[in-house]
């Protein structure tokens, strides 16, 4: 009998060693799972962080494209505005030698309207002078006449006189 109950408590004793174990066991496993759950939550948060990194890295590079490519915007776009500019003044240039041209045209033509118009004053002038002339020379040509019907008339008075004389002359001889 003495046998059987320290038989017994024995037993008991092993047991509560057992349960002893198990409450170990469960406490360990159960701190286990605290650590890997803290460090799931630490990888996470790593992990997050690389892809908040990732994505600033990308966003920037997107920033960067961005702002090359409204660089190369702005380039063509100056680009553009030159060309033009260029343009506009190449039009100015043509317009003005287009005015040139029409200014020398002009020019030419009031030359020529001026040359016809010294030429016919010259003519004009040529045939008043010859007009001149030609009524000069009649008027010479006529006082000549006149001049020598005097002298005729002259002389025939004379010859009259000349005649009378000699009748007076007759009579009282």
């Known amino acids: 009998k003495k046998k059987k109950k320290k038989e017994k408590k024995k037993e008991k004793k092993k047991k509560k060693e057992k349960k002893k174990e198990k409450k170990k066991e469960k406490k360990e496993k159960k701190k286990e799972k605290k650590k890997e759950k803290k460090e799931k939550k630490k990888e996470k948060k790593k992990e997050k962080k690389k892809e908040k990194k990732k994505e600033k890295k990308k966003e920037k590079k997107k920033k960067k ?7 190369k915007k702005k380039k063509e776009k100056k680009k553009e505005k030159e060309k033009k500019k260029e343009k506009k003044k190449e039009k100015e240039k043509k317009k003005e030698k287009k005015k040139e041209k029409k200014k020398e045209k002009k020019k030419e033509k009031k030359k ?23 009524k000069k020379k009649k008027e010479k040509k006529k006082k000549e006449k006149k001049k020598k019907e005097k002298k005729k008339e002259k002389k025939k008075k004379k010859k009259k006189k000349k005649k009378k004389k000699k009748k007076k002359k007759k009579k009282k001889k």
């Not at 494209?65 to 660089?71: G, L, Q, R, T």
């Open 65 to 71: 494209k961005k702002k090359k490519k409204k660089k």
């Open 112 to 134: 020529k309207k001026e040359k016809k118009k010294k030429e016919k004053k010259k003519k004009e002038k040529k045939k008043k002078e010859k007009k001149k002339k030609e």
